[in-house]
Every structure is written in C-alpha cells, then in structure tokens.
C-alpha cells in the first residue's frame, strides 16, 4: 500500500467508493458512540465503589477520643490534617504548603484566576491592567481557555512540542507585560500525552516574565495515570522554582476526579506560602470549609500514597488495553495511507490524532453523521480555532472496548474518506 | 430589685465588690468556654449519622438500571433532579429555577457577587461601576458583611426592627443608583430571630431602585430551623416579586449546614430564569459539576420535605432547651436591673443581647479574662463597629447545657459589672 497522495485520480476515486460504501453500512446501524471526553468508564467507577463504604456512622460511635469526630462540623478551612500529609507526599511538597479543597480542580482553577482579576496575583488586580493574555501551549485543554477567555483574557497560542511547550517561543512571548500566566499541564499532557522534560521544567522555572505578577497555572491532572508499568518522570516544579527563587510563579493542581470519582473526589493545590498566605485571605471569606467527610473518606480508602499508586493499577488494567485497541486500528486501517500521525501515550486519557491538513472538521462531521460523537475539531485550540484543522482529541475511556473498536473502525473510515475527498479537490466542509 | 442607673454610688460599689467576688471566682476555674459561633453542637450531629449510611456500594450493584448509577461520574452541572425536586418544594419554586451546589451557600453567595464583580447582574460589571454600596440590615450577618468588604463595596447600616429592615430607610437609600443590592436573612434573622412581616417582605419586592442591576441575597439559611412547634411564617418572596414583575430583584439561597452536617451538606439557589440561566454560563465555565453523590446521600436520607422537616424536630429538640436555659437566665439575673435586653427567638441559631450602652466591649473583654469567649463585638455590625457598643450576639448551639449555664452565668455577672464601672464613670474598654 503507497501514500494516499501517491495514488492517481482513478485510483483515488475507487478507493473513495468503496470506503462510501463501508461508510453507509456503518451509518445504517444507527450508531450512538462518544469518544468526545476524558470521561472513565463505568468499568473504572466500580473499582472506586469502596469508597462509597469507606466511613459509615459507626466511625462516630467507637471513640469519643476520635478527632475525626469534629469533621461532621465547621471548621479546618484548608482541609483536614491527613487528607493533606497524602498529597503533600504525592506532590513532594511541604504540608503547610497544601490546601486541600471540593470536589474540582477546575472550580480551584476558576476561583484563582477570579481572585488575581479582582484583586491581583501580587500587583495590580488583574482588571486594572487593561488587556492582559494568556500562553496556552496547543494542543491543549479546552476548560482552561476557556476560563481565561470568560474574563476576556487573551489567549496566545505557543506550540505543543514532543518536550512540552515550545520554551523558545515562550521565553520571547513572555518579554510582554501583559502577558500574565500559562496553562501547564505537565505529565501525560492533554491531549497529547507529553510529559515535560527536566529540560523544559528547567526552562520553565527559570523564566523571567517582563510581568511580576505571571502565574502558571500547573495542572498536574494525570501525575499518577500510568498506561503502563513504568511512570514518566515529570521534575519537582517546586524544586525547580526554589533554584531560582521564583516560588511565587507557579500555582499547582490535581485531584482525585480520575482517581476515585469524577465529581466526587477531592481537589488539591500547592503553592508558595505567600501565595497560600493571599489564596486563604479569600477563601477564609468565600466559604466556612470544604466537605471534610469526604476529604476523611478518600484518607480511609486510599490510606497512603502507596494505596492510591495501586489503586491506580486498577484503572490501568482497565484503560491500557482501550488504548490499545484505539492504535492498534490506527496502525492496521491507517498506517501505510500517510494520511494521520497519531500519539502513543504511557499515561493520561488522551490520544491526538492529527488527520491530513484541511480535513479534522470534516471528520468530525462525517462521524457525527455516521454515530460516533468526537471532542468538537478546534475544542483543544485557543478560541476553538485549530489553524491547520487537522488535529482531533480522542478520549477512548468511557466507550466499553467493542463500542470503541466500532467507533474507532468508523474514524478511519472516516479519515481516509475526507482525505480522498481533499486530494480530489472537493470541498465538503 | 431596683433598675440599676437609680442606684447611689455607694450601692453601685458594694454591688460591684459582690460581682468582683463572684467573677473572680468564676475565673478561678480556668473555664474555657465558646458561645461565639452557630455552629451545631456534637448531640446535634449525631443525629444526623445515619446520611453516613445513606448510600453504599450496594446501591451501585443490585440494578443496572439505575439512574443513580451515572452520579459517579461527570455531568448534571446544576445537580440531580431528585435533589432539586425535594428543594424546589421546599422553597415554594418550579423545579426549574433551583441549582444544587456544592456544600456551601455562603460559597454560593461569594461566587454570586463575584460573578456580579466581573461579569455583572445584568447590565455593566460592578467593578466598573466606580464604588458601589450595598444596604446591610444590622446586626446581621458578619460573614456576608465580609463578602462585600472584600471587594470594596461600601457597607451601608440599616436598623433591623422586629418587622425585618428598616424598610423606610431602605426606600430612601435605594434611590442612589450606587447602591447595587441588600443583604437578607429573611427567617429567624441571624442575630435577632426577626421573620420578615408579610409588609415587609410585599414592600421588598415592590421596590424600584435607582440602580436596574440591584440584587438582593435572599439568604434563607433558616427556612425551617424552628425553636418550637410552629413555624413562623415567611411569605414566598418569588409570589411577591412576580406581582410587581421584579422576579430578578433577588436570588435565595438556603443549605443543609445546619440540617445535615455543617460543611459537608448541599447548598441550593433559586432564582428567576434569567439570573438562572446567567449563573449556568458562569458555572459552566467555573466547574464541570458539583458532589452529586452528597447530593444523593442526602436525598436517600430524608426522601421529601416531609423527612428533612421531621429531622429538624430532633434539632429542636436539642436547641430548644440550650436557649431556653440562657433566657431563663437572662431572666433571672439580668431581669430587674434594667441593664440589657435580649430576644426570645422562635427559630434560628442565636440569642440578640443588648447591653448597657457603651459596655459591649467591656463585657467581651470580661468574658473572655473569665474563660468564656463570645462573638467579637462589632462582628453583627458593617466594618466591625457597632455606634452603640450595646449588641451581643449569643450563640447557644455549641457547648453541653451544663457548660451553656455556667457561661452565661458569667456573662451575667460580667454584663452587671461592666453597668457598674459605666455607671461609676470607670473607664475600662
């Protein structure tokens, strides 16, 4: 089998047929499929089920001694002491330097950015400072751009490369004033699956943004989401920021959403301790406290890091072979066409398919019609706007394996019918 | 006994000897005792144990059938139906204007203002509407007094009668189009355990302020928290605003704080279907949902309004006598001297002590040598400062009856004391 863009005209044309006719039969099974989002399937919420009996009201009855008695009340703002000493280990960072909070990050996230708006990151509240803006290395994750682009911040797109963003273009990016923070997402990013460097980690606590008051957002998401038996080394941020002294810089996340259940697990953030210090000052007047029980529930199921570093075999088991099947059918149907790259990655929910130039939208649409629901073409680009249109996040987590191999079937069908379509010059997006 | 202030100097001293004696005695003890906070006492969370039972693993196993299989996972941003339906019941609204949260409604409150900073209610962001106001019925609410000087918003004091808010005074200062909106504890007012008249609640939403874009909390944070078996009654506010078509004058909130377990209950919002809707554009980019598994403990747990309403009689059953036995004390001890008034409340969690004139701080000081603390004086006033240094709030929920008793007794004494030294032309505070 040769290059699709190697093949004649005729050529082209009876390879497009016959793909029409796979296509229509496809299309005639009335398929519902989603590979839209990084969503765990129902397989990976029943490992979590104990959860669910981690505490009952007979923890309250034994000891009246227990101070995880007082957790049914107000109180312990940041999060209870355990809950704490967990991901403070996890993380590698002080527990004075941990807040722990709800049930999402992303909400942490939000809350932050609206806190430097309204009352700044260290200078100026950011509403003061007229336009401001925002790297966004791309690919990336389409609710943190679009946080930023709520509050009218501008997102500037800087190149994911196979190390992390691309530091070249940041370090020129950053001589610019308004240019006031980066989302990160460090290991197994999304959705390409890259974890950073020590190099890039390097780079990155290094900088010295023109702005005093620049904040990374470091959403490490996926730091313990091994799609194999090795972890990726991702560097200590905080390590790295100590070197330099640039502490203040970087704001980092995680949670338990794809650990125990999304929705219901608990959110984490880690900082400096002067921007713990300002991160209190409004949480003390945003709310009493987060849900302790819960933060007390996740500390009886998981125990320690080591519980919930085997716990996570657990979803390995379930997702690694998804994975699988999803590159497996990428290699067999579109391997030797020359017509997509695809990401092969050791952890995360994603894999980044790239399709030929000028055709992810209308794979998206050809798929849609078909029955299988992709994350929307652009959704991982600043604005929804993918310039090459050619990148398509796939999320095979919530699909069983056999719906995934369908929807994946069909995918490829797809990707070579709109390349044919393309290298026949028709338009049809 | 006569009223204190026609005592000579003579007597004042001899009594102020007495209660010297009796105080350092009490100071003896090295009591350390807290009447500061509303916060439920530990025989009142166990009663609510049993929601740690409320679900189990076994309900994720017996039928896959079950809708609440999908609560593990992520989705329903505004929270689950059944949760919404026993709510919307409860505050007299379409299921449709209720949002579910997390498990905090002071949270709620913040994220409201906040989005009305940055984004608006409706017309421009407040942050650019130069410095903006907000009426504060007081004593009030410390806590929502906190929200607003956080941002910079101008804290405007307005007598709390026994109707509810000086609503004369409110119609005068809502004609300065800087003022944007008025807090509310509409039922058992924290600290006076007022209920808002029918008048009151019908002139609230008759109201046409200056400013198109002012918002009232509506903070129903005591909606069915009675002291005895009937329940003062508090008239739908959402039926009063529909009458003058102000329906999105007001947003409401209420929670389980003080129902299930403080920190870890469900906060609910209702709202007209434009302020819904401009909340779910906020919240969409804030979160990708809140705890509905908390959510559906909690319905599990109490089913309808008929179960949430026949558990708040186990809480009264506890409060009741707590503030029963401070009254009486008051009664007793403070009765006749004519040196300070309190509330008899029907429901809600504080007792509203006025002291002589000048002595409030002089009282807290007292108490607190003594081993008892009370809530910062000021604290029920904007920025802290009660022109009368006279309002106490007493919060009877926390401590065993026992230590309730000895407390108060203190504070009785201190009250005396403090009476004399003002009366005595002695200048402690």
Redesign the interface.
């Known amino acids: 089998m040769a290059e699709l863009k190697t093949y004649s005209k005729e050529k082209l044309l009876d390879l497009k047929a016959a793909l029409q006719e796979e296509y229509d039969a496809f299309k005639a099974q009335g398929l519902k499929l989603d590979m839209s ?1 990084g ?2 399937g ?1 397989d990976q ?2 490992v ?3 959860l ?2 981690a ?3 007979r ?3 034994d000891d009246a001694s227990n101070h995880s ?1 007082e ?5 312990l703002l940041t999060g209870i002491i355990e809950c704490k000493e967990i991901f403070a280990k996890l993380l590698k960072v002080p527990v004075s330097n941990v807040i722990i909070c ?3 990050s ?2 942490m996230m ?2 932050y950015i ?1 806190q430097c ?3 700044g990151s260290g200078a100026e509240p950011w ?1 003061d400072q007229g336009e401001i803006k925002f790297l966004c290395p791309c690919p990336g994750y389409d ?1 943190h751009f ?2 930023a682009e ?2 009218g911040i501008k997102l500037i797109p800087v190149d994911m490369t196979d190390t992390g963003p691309d530091m070249d273009a940041v370090e020129e990016l950053i001589k610019d004033e308004k240019v006031k923070g980066m989302f990160c997402v460090p290991k197994y990013s999304n959705p390409t699956g890259v974890t950073y460097t020590s190099e890039t980690v390097d780079r990155i606590a290094a900088m010295t943004p023109a702005a005093k008051d620049f904040r990374i957002i470091w959403d490490n998401a996926y730091i313990i989401h091994d799609l194999t038996d090795e972890t990726e080394k991702l560097d200590n941020i905080f390590d790295a920021l100590k070197k330099y002294g640039h502490e203040d810089m970087v704001i980092e996340f995680t949670s338990t ?1 794809k650990i125990s ?4 697990g608990v959110a984490v953030l880690a900082a400096s301790d002067r921007n713990i210090q300002m991160i209190i000052d ?1 949480m003390s ?10 933060q007390f529930r996740h500390v009886k199921f998981y125990r320690d890091v080591k519980g919930i570093k085997s716990h996570m075999k657990l979803h390995k088991n379930i997702l690694a072979p998804k994975f699988k099947a999803v590159i497996n059918e990428f290699e067999t149907q579109l391997g030797k066409y020359g017509v997509a790259t695809w990401t092969k990655p050791k952890g995360g929910y994603f894999i980044s398919l790239d399709v030929m130039e000028g055709t992810a939208k209308r794979v998206y649409q050809l798929c849609k019609e078909g029955g299988v629901t992709l994350t929307t073409v652009g959704a991982t680009f600043p604005y929804g706007f993918d310039p090459k249109d050619k990148n398509i996040r796939i999320a095979p987590s919530y699909p069983p394996v056999d719906e995934l191999l369908t929807a994946t079937k069909l995918l490829c069908i797809c990707v070579k019918l709109a390349a044919c379509e393309k290298l026949l010059g028709e338009n049809n997006c």
């Not at 259940?261 to 219901?264: A, E």
């Open positions: 989002r969503k765990p129902s919420l029943a979590s089920n104990g669910l009996d505490i009952t009201s923890d309250w009855e008695l957790y049914r009340n107000y109180g709800g049930n999402s992303l909400n939000f809350d609206t708006m309204l009352t509403k609710r679009a946080i709520y509050y959403s259940f999304p929705g219901s409004r007047v945003q709310t009493i406290g987060y849900d302790k029980l819960n």
